[in-house]
T-cell receptor, first 113, second 113 residues
Framework: GEDVEQSLFLSVREGDSSVINCTYT??????LYWYKQEPGAGLQLLTY?????DMKQDQRLTVLLNKKDKHLSLRIADTQTGDSAIYFC?????????????FGKGTHLIIQP | KAGVTQTPRYLIKTRGQQVTLSCSPI?????VSWYQQTPGQGLQFLFE???????NKGNFPGRFSGRQFSNSRSEMNVSTLELGDSALYLC????????????FGPGTRLLVL
């Protein structure tokens, strides 16, 4: 079945870049997403990438996709305390959306002053 | 444009009771999906409704059901509540433009005692 894996924690210093990694197994994935969840809140869509793209940049966010290795990463430049949250990688396959989005367990991003 | 709204935000029930959660999608969005989020299992897809029809369903028991109204608002019902149903229930809507992008509401936190 489909599976999405992420590291549970990432700690970075304020001002540094954060790189959150994700691997997925479903080769038919057509859309890949990054969501952010702050304490007590729902999921905020950060960015997405089509499977036929290698990279997408949106202000401080850069998404890299290696389709051959089924590896997705999210780079946050100049990490700030407000970036402290849980980041979820999610994928959706092209099979008619039978199972909705498949999410990873989330990466807790911890910002050190 | 107003975002996805969910009511109630918090709910406490006891085992054996039933509960109904409500979700109002972004104006113009016709697809509503429901997810359950727990610390142990993470985010899991429950079901998706589109134009008042259940289009997709996750792997949950029949105690979990839903419906969608003509104005695209959706309700989710859980009957015969169990302790393990304690979770954050998230609703997401998507529109006809880029139908694969789901926007999430703040969630309903359900505690079953």
């Amino acid at each position: 079945g489909e599976d999405v894996e992420q590291s549970l924690f990432l700690s970075v210093r304020e001002g540094d870049s954060s790189v959150i990694n994700c691997t997925y197994t479903d080769s038919s994935s057509t859309y890949l997403y990054w969501y952010k969840q702050e304490p007590g809140a729902g999921l905020q869509l950060l960015t997405y990438i089509f499977s036929n793209m290698d990279m997408k940049q949106d202000q401080r966010l850069t998404v890299l996709l290696n389709k051959k290795d089924k590896h997705l990463s999210l780079r946050i430049a100049d990490t700030q305390t407000g970036d402290s949250a849980i980041y979820f990688c999610a994928e959706k396959n092209s099979g008619g959306g039978a199972d909705g989005l498949t999410f990873g367990k989330g990466t807790h991003l911890i910002i050190q002053p | 444009k107003a975002g996805v709204t969910q009511t109630p935000r918090y709910l406490i029930k006891t085992r054996g009771q039933q509960v109904t959660l409500s979700c109002s999608p972004i104006s113009g969005h016709r697809s509503v999906s429901w997810y359950q989020q727990t610390p142990g299992q993470g985010l899991q897809f429950l079901f998706e409704y589109f134009s008042e029809t259940q289009r997709n369903k996750g792997n949950f028991p029949g105690r979990f059901s839903g419906r969608q109204f003509s104005n695209s608002r959706s309700e989710m019902n859980v009957s015969t509540l169990e302790l393990g149903d304690s979770a954050l229930y998230l609703c997401a809507s998507s529109g006809s433009g880029f139908v694969e992008t789901q926007y999430f509401g703040p969630g309903t936190r359900l505690l079953v005692l």
